[in-house]
């Protein structure tokens, strides 16, 4: 992929921009202007892959980071759901049910990490004393 200059850089990027938000290969090398043959060699190619998968990792970061920042509405709506008692018994035992859920694994992520960080802290002794 070296040697066509920044143009072909720019419709690297292009592709890769289009393969993010179309519905298909197809569509995508229609949008950035590219054959389709030459979008799934490109695809083949390290270099290019390693950006697409990038740029694909960004946009998921985004989206988790999207979703909890509203992390506490939901905290709050599944809690007023629980408590509320004009809402169905089957959407309040539901709700009751998250909120278990969740409380366990946060204490289970909670005692996974101290346990990973003893093992790490353990590891690092036992290679400072050899």
């Known amino acids: 992929m070296t040697g066509h200059g920044s143009k072909f850089g720019r419709k690297m990027e292009g592709a890769i921009a289009a393969l993010l938000t179309r519905p298909s290969i197809e569509d995508a090398a229609r949008v950035a202007g590219l054959g389709e043959k030459t979008l799934r060699r490109w695809m083949r190619e390290p270099q290019f892959n390693l950006h697409y998968l990038r740029a694909r990792r960004e946009g998921v ?21 629980m408590t509320d008692l004009s809402t169905p018994a089957a959407v309040r035992l539901r709700a009751a049910e998250f909120v278990f ?30």
């Open 61 to 81: 970061s985004q989206a988790i980071a999207r979703m909890q920042q509203a992390s506490g509405v939901a905290g709050t709506v599944a809690l007023k759901l």
């Open 101 to 130: 859920d969740r409380a366990i694994k946060g204490i289970e992520l909670e005692d996974f990490e101290a346990r990973l960080a003893e093992l790490e802290r353990a590891a690092e002794a036992s290679k400072n004393r050899q």
